[in-house]
């Protein structure tokens, strides 16, 4: 593959570890801020939220001009934004500071997309954008874990230095390797109208919700299964991104081989047997140990392999129901992810405020298992066929 679609891929791995570099942290931050640990996880919130509203019209803008303009523009901006979020002081200002980074993200997201697309033949795209869109999954694995590591080590305004950092690097490297694309504008959402895609924008805000309600709280909720904060938060999270590759690979398969229905559901029951499992270590008594943090472990490895296995058939199917409006509908997909984080992390913030750890696991799982009878009836009653 063309060394300059990996280059692409840094843009979303840089996007994707600034949108919950400090994870790992929100305990030490939520300190220092004086808000609670659900307000401080609506950072993750506030950035994802603005990254769905601001997809779909920033996908069609992005269109009309140079897509290595776009990417450099947006990629400076987000270094200048992160080195503003390590000053400043207060949390109301980091509150707006990240809701713009989000915005910025959903602009960069469509644009190293494209570019992708252009830059190789018709029957190498798929492959592109895999690899594109995989620069999220590297940062599941790489980025984020960093960024718990780090902040552990120099306090979590440093996780904001590091996200700086690989926003520059990203920059260095699109500026150096990256020719000029300039692909033909986007139509208006043509064919998107009737085609059936509301079932599968829905199916994506709940995958997303159900793994996100546990997900954007995972460093308090493994303080309390495991006794582990910091930088031991770093291996779980590098388990999600072992998971992401599990996923995506078993999801391509899927799709592939036309068994898309029967992995969305086990992606939607697998993401209920994870909160299961959390939740079942969190109602457990007594010093962690070995099967504690087995159950953990497999908890984590189980949600984001059950996760990424559904983002392929939905996304294939997407593209086989609107092809003339490839792009938007995959713009307005991933408005629904960002929607169901939003969602998500709002959810686990207000319940792990009011009610505890343990009931944000109890309602991910009912998210989780609603999808599974949603995307059942859907796929009975032939929409997503």
């Not at 190498?124 to 940062?139: F, Q």
């Amino acid at each position: 593959m063309n060394i300059r679609i990996f280059v692409l891929a840094l843009s979303t791995f840089a996007f994707g570890s600034g949108a919950f570099i400090f994870a790992g942290l929100l305990e030490p931050m939520a300190a220092e801020l004086g808000v609670s640990v659900g307000a401080a996880g609506q950072l993750q919130t506030v950035y994802v939220l603005t990254s769905a509203l601001a997809g779909p019209p920033l996908a069609f803008l992005v269109g009309r001009f140079e897509r290595k303009r776009v990417l450099t523009i947006a990629l400076s901006v987000a270094v200048l934004l992160n080195l503003a979020c390590l000053m400043t002081p207060g949390f109301g200002a980091l509150m707006i500071l990240r809701a713009i980074l989000g915005a910025i993200g959903a602009m960069a997201g469509p644009a190293a997309s494209a570019a992708a697309s252009a830059l190789v033949p018709p029957e190498r795209r798929g492959s592109a954008l895999a690899i594109v869109m995989g620069g999220m999954t590297v940062a599941f694995l790489m980025g984020i874990p960093l960024g718990s590591v780090v902040g552990a080590a120099f306090g979590w305004r440093a996780t904001f230095l590091l996200s700086a950092g690989l926003s520059a690097f990203a920059l260095a490297a699109i500026l150096i390797f990256v020719p000029r694309v300039t692909p033909p504008a986007p139509g208006v959402g043509q064919g998107l109208r009737g085609a059936g895609v509301l079932p599968l924008f829905l199916s994506t805000f709940l995958a997303f919700g159900a793994n996100m309600t546990i997900t954007t709280y995972i460093a308090p909720i493994l303080r309390l299964q495991v006794e582990v904060t910091g930088a031991g938060v770093a291996a779980f999270q590098m388990l999600v991104g072992v998971g992401s590759f599990l996923g995506l690979a078993l999801g391509g398969r899927a799709a592939d081989r036309g068994a898309g229905g029967l992995s969305v559901t086990l992606g939607f029951l697998g993401l209920a047997v994870a909160a299961a499992l959390h939740g079942l270590e969190l109602a457990r008594t007594g010093a962690p140990g070995a099967l504690a943090y087995g159950i953990v472990g497999l908890a984590v490895l189980t949600g984001s392999t059950s996760l990424f296995s559904v983002m392929p058939v939905i996304q294939t199917r997407l593209i086989a129901k609107a092809p003339a409006s490839a792009p938007l509908a995959l713009a307005f997909n991933g408005s629904s992810a960002a929607l169901g984080q939003a969602f998500g992390g709002a959810l686990g913030g207000a319940l792990l405020t009011q009610s505890g750890a343990l009931s944000v696991t109890f309602a991910a799982g009912l998210v989780a298992v609603g999808a599974a009878a949603f995307w059942q009836f859907a796929h009975r009653s032939t929409t997503l066929s």
